[in-house]
């Protein structure tokens, strides 16, 4: 068998999310499902990130078996062809060893969460990012942020059918940066509970908006409770961005 690394970027709007699903069409399946097109096989990739219903990427990264070894350009362009329609394209196609996992041997994930703050309708971020009407403290939202970084037990933010055997993760960047009337919230950790970032993010966005102080936002975390998250920011603001491999 010969194993391919592929890097993926995909509108999550249409999606019930990356894994396969049997209430709706998952990006995990349209990839599959154009593979064995024109492969002819029966085709299983496995993500390096299980994103919810509604979530994009810009550098989501699989990996997959074939029998035949394809040459990465021909196996890109063929897999996009038959993609088409759906909102999804392999960015890049490479051959790797059969020991690289896209899951498992990952060493950090990057998630972008996009915030775009006026009182004006959204036309062209529209389903792209959290539109926010009331004005909110990015300075502040930056500033409580930090007291998130490091090892935490993060049970306040998981989402309670989180199916992760240990809430304890390492939170390694988490900043918040505003430019105009948008917001760009960057996390980076090696892995994340589900839910987590947009719990996170949800909860920022009460003391950007005043409702909490920064205080509360480690108390929170202190809590270990999932009653004293905050909102949960909505799906169409989060990409996962990039994710990182020892060799790369």
């Known amino acids: 068998m010969h194993r391919f690394k592929l890097l993926i970027e995909y509108d999550g709007a249409p999606f019930v999310g990356w894994q396969r699903q049997a209430n709706g069409l ?62 999804v394209a392999i960015l890049k196609a490479e051959r790797v060893t059969e020991d690289f996992s896209a899951r498992f041997s990952a060493v950090r994930r990057h998630y972008l969460y996009k915030i775009i703050n006026r009182r004006a309708p959204l036309t062209l971020e529209s389903g792209r990012c959290w539109a926010i009407r009331r004005n909110i403290d990015a300075g502040a939202m930056h500033q409580a942020a930090q007291t998130l970084l490091g090892y935490h037990d993060f049970s306040t933010f998981r989402d309670s059918q989180c199916q992760a055997q240990s809430p304890l993760r390492t939170l390694e960047r988490f900043d918040v940066l505003r430019d105009g009337e948008q917001i760009d919230i960057h996390v980076a950790a090696r892995s994340f509970l589900h839910s987590q970032v947009r719990s996170m993010v949800g909860s920022l966005e009460h003391v950007g908006s005043g409702k909490w102080r920064i205080e509360n936002l480690a108390e929170a975390l202190a809590a270990k409770d999932r009653r004293r998250c905050g909102v949960v920011a909505p799906p169409e603001g989060l990409y996962l961005m990039q994710v990182d491999y020892e060799d790369a």
């Open 26 to 87: 998952s990006v995990q399946e349209a990839i599959e499902t154009a593979l064995g097109a024109f492969t002819g096989e029966a085709i299983t990739i496995q993500g390096a990130g299980r994103t919810d219903a509604g979530v994009h990427a810009r550098g989501q990264v699989a990996h997959a078996d074939f029998s035949r070894n394809w040459r990465p350009d021909v196996l890109r362009d063929a897999a996009n062809a038959w993609l088409r329609p759906n909102p």
